[in-house]
């Protein structure tokens, strides 16, 4: 299985509510990304879990909040957000460092996105 | 000076034309490369890691010039269904830091033309 999934795929919420991103991943890896991505820009990386502990925290406002309950999973909760939040949400995963000793470059691989568009 | 930086595109490029993508980066310490592609409204997928040696899968042949920090992409008889953003990426991976940190070049776009 060498799926990211990602749910819900479209979300539309008010700027007073409170939603939640999910990710989940079964190929055993270490690291679990969140990265915003607005038009016609590359991925912006938000948070970074390894071995399920934040190590990243790219100085995202305090109204997104990441969770990682396991290895498998990852969270993104929403809250008072703004509409210029409106983006596509990608969560990614790769097996996380140091580099494997059988090789290959760690790799990251990337969920289908949520469409999340804030009122 | 942005630490990943692409040609700006985007490239229009006839069927069967031969496009090759050029990609620096600033840290030297970077420890790993790839070129991702994406696809309109898409999530980004690998195409390819890049190899010290270099490496080639069917059409597409990375190369890596640690000394001058430059990447490329080379495709060979390029098909519509190669129009895409193709995306640089240079892991910083336990450099400084013990976990990866992905930095993404801005893309460049590829459009085959019948």
């Known amino acids: 299985d060498t799926e990211v999934t990602q749910t819900p795929k479209h979300l539309v919420m008010g700027m007073t509510n409170k939603k939640s991103l999910k990710c989940e991943q079964h190929m055993g890896h270490r690291a679990m990304y969140w990265y915003k991505q607005k038009a016609k820009k590359p991925p912006e990386l938000m948070f970074v879990?390894?071995?399920?502990?934040?190590?990243i925290n790219e100085s995202v406002p305090s109204r997104f909040s990441p969770e990682c309950p396991n290895s498998s999973l990852l969270n993104l909760h929403l809250h008072a957000l703004q509409p210029e939040d409106s983006a596509l949400y990608l969560c990614?995963?790769?097996?996380?460092?140091?580099?494997?000793?059988?090789?290959?470059?760690?790799?990251?691989?990337f969920g289908p996105g949520t469409r999340l568009t804030v009122l | 000076r942005k630490e990943v930086e692409q040609d700006p595109g985007p490239f229009n490029v006839p069927e069967g034309a031969t496009v090759a993508f050029n990609c620096t980066y600033s840290n030297s310490a970077s420890q790993s490369f790839f070129w991702y592609r994406q696809d309109c409204r898409k999530e980004p997928k690998l195409l390819m890691s890049v190899y010290s040696s270099g490496n080639e899968d069917g059409r597409f042949t990375a190369q890596l010039n640690r000394a001058s920090q430059y990447i490329s992409l080379l495709i060979r008889d390029s098909k519509l269904s190669d129009s895409a953003t193709y995306l640089c990426?240079?892991?910083?991976?336990?450099?400084?830091?013990?976990?990866?940190?992905?930095?993404f070049g801005p893309g460049t776009s590829l459009s085959v033309i019948p």
């Open positions: 879990y390894s071995y399920e502990k934040l190590s």
């Open positions: 990614a995963s790769s097996q996380g460092p140091p580099v494997p000793s059988s090789g290959g470059n760690n790799e990251q691989f």
């Open positions: 990426v240079v892991n910083l991976e336990g450099v400084e830091t013990s976990y990866d940190k992905v930095i």
